[in-house]
């Protein structure tokens, strides 16, 4: 159609959303329209507005490489992958679930280690930490032979991929759950840490005078045939951001019992007080299994 007035053009752009063949193509196109040109009415987008919020596209992108991605930690600063996992979990929001976010730096093909065996692959200074693990279905039974992988930041707030000094896969790794349903490895405890700030997440933040911080939190990423692949996070409830993440990740059915035990370990005299342990049950829901997408190589 040829356009007479600015409501003409979210009228053709409509028209044409609506000659979408695939049907959940065309529901979402003809929403994505509807609210964009509303938003742009709403806030009276200007020119110069506009031609820098498509340079901050393009720089998202660009920053996003093998080992960061910046499209990613932006969904998550604007509320937008908490809100996605929470509607398509635990009866579409109706209930509680230990499904979260998958974040910027799950690896594929983590190195599979024994139960009980450490993830641990280069000099890590910091507390040792226990994790024992219990994967289970939604009526509580023992889901046997699931594959655990696990990943979680250094005590100094890195990622292996972001840190020169730590071997290649360090703190990660891969488990299968025993006829109990059960799991578990050795590891040092983490710490909280800033998320990248050096790209256009780190300019949004700054303007909104926000803090960058993530709550200390072991990741886990559960693979059993018959069940939706669960991502999950486990946060540490003495962390001081526990209640203010970045990225809006932590729910209650998320906080962590980690405990710090300040006496010897009762049975490996190698691990010096304090030490931790966590124990923890996650909860799958039938479903089909399906591995997302790496956000990093």
């Known amino acids: 159609m040829i356009i007479e007035r600015e409501q003409d053009v979210t009228v053709a752009a409509l028209a044409v959303m609506e000659r979408t063949s695939d049907p959940r193509l065309r529901q979402i196109m003809i929403s994505l329209v509807k609210h964009l ?18 340079a901050i596209l393009v720089e998202l ?22 809100l996605v996992c929470l509607l398509n979990n635990g009866d579409d929001g109706n209930t509680e679930t230990d499904q979260s976010l998958l974040g ?5 093909n983590s190195p599979r280690v024994e139960n009980g065996g450490s993830i641990v692959r280069s000099e890590t200074p910091g507390a040792t930490l226990f994790v024992q693990g219990r994967v ?33 896969m360090n703190l990660r790794g891969k488990f299968t759950t025993d006829a109990d349903g059960r799991f578990s490895f050795r590891s040092v ?6 998320i990248p700030t050096n790209g256009v997440v780190g300019r949004l933040l700054k303007a909104q005078d926000r803090h960058p911080y993530r709550p200390a939190h072991l990741h886990a990423l559960i693979f059993k045939p018959g069940f939706k692949v669960l991502i999950s996070q486990v946060y ?15 729910t209650k059915a998320l906080i962590g019992n980690f405990i710090r035990h300040d006496a010897p370990h009762p049975s490996d005299g190698s691990v010096t007080a304090p030490w931790y342990s966590l124990d923890h049950v996650y909860r799958l829901e039938a479903g089909e299994a399906v591995l997302p997408r790496p956000p990093i190589k």
């Open 136 to 168: 289970v279905d939604r009526q509580g039974r023992p889901v046997a032979g699931a594959e655990i992988d696990v990943w979680h930041a250094s005590p100094v707030g890195f990622y292996e991929n972001q840190d020169p000094e730590q071997a290649d």
């Open 61 to 82: 992108g660009k920053l996003t490489n093998d080992t960061h991605n910046e499209a990613v930690l932006m969904a998550g600063s604007l509320g937008v992958s908490p």
């Open 189 to 194: 405890m983490m710490v909280g840490y800033p």
């Open 236 to 250: 540490d409830p003495n962390d001081p951001h526990l209640d203010s993440d970045v990225q809006f990740g932590v």
């Open 104 to 108: 910027p730096f799950w690896r594929m």
């Open 37 to 54: 040109h509303g938003f742009v009415r709403d806030v009276r987008l200007t020119e110069a507005e506009f031609r820098e919020a498509a």
